[in-house]
């Protein structure tokens, strides 16, 4: 069993910075791949980013590439998304998610532990 908790989301400007980070306990988290998915009201889960379990891959959804960064500490149980030239449409809530593989995956369906997601909101 793997529990995940979510820090640093708030309400930012357009154009801003966030860094959320994911605090991971239970069992070894250096052998999960991790993935952070996000859910605007109305809209279904989507995934934003990805790292394998080593921290060698990353994987970023279009709508976010080249504004965000996904790293993790495995000596920290630890990941980090960090966003930048926030933009409104990024407001959503935002979830960590642990597979129980070493690879990345896009699907959420793919995720085995979740956390209870942190809010993230962008003013014009």
């Known amino acids: 069993q793997v529990q995940l908790v979510e820090s640093g989301g708030g309400l930012v400007q357009a154009g801003g910075s966030l860094r959320l980070s994911c605090a991971a306990s239970?069992?070894?988290?250096?052998?999960?791949?991790m993935g952070w998915f996000r859910q605007a009201s109305g809209k279904e889960r989507e995934f934003v980013a990805g790292?394998?379990?080593?921290?060698?891959?990353?994987y970023y959804a279009d709508s976010v590439k080249g504004r965000s960064t996904i790293s993790r500490d495995n000596a920290k149980n630890t990941v980090y998304l960090q966003m930048n030239s926030l933009k409104p449409e990024d407001t959503a809530v935002y979830y960590c998610?642990?597979?129980?593989?070493?690879?990345?995956?896009?699907?959420?369906?793919?995720?085995?532990?979740w956390g209870q997601g942190t809010q993230v909101t962008v003013s014009s």
């Open positions: 239970g069992r070894t988290f250096s052998g999960y791949a």
């Open positions: 998610a642990a597979r129980r593989n070493t690879l990345v995956a896009t699907i959420a369906a793919r995720y085995d532990y």
């Open positions: 790292i394998n379990w080593s921290g060698g891959s990353t």
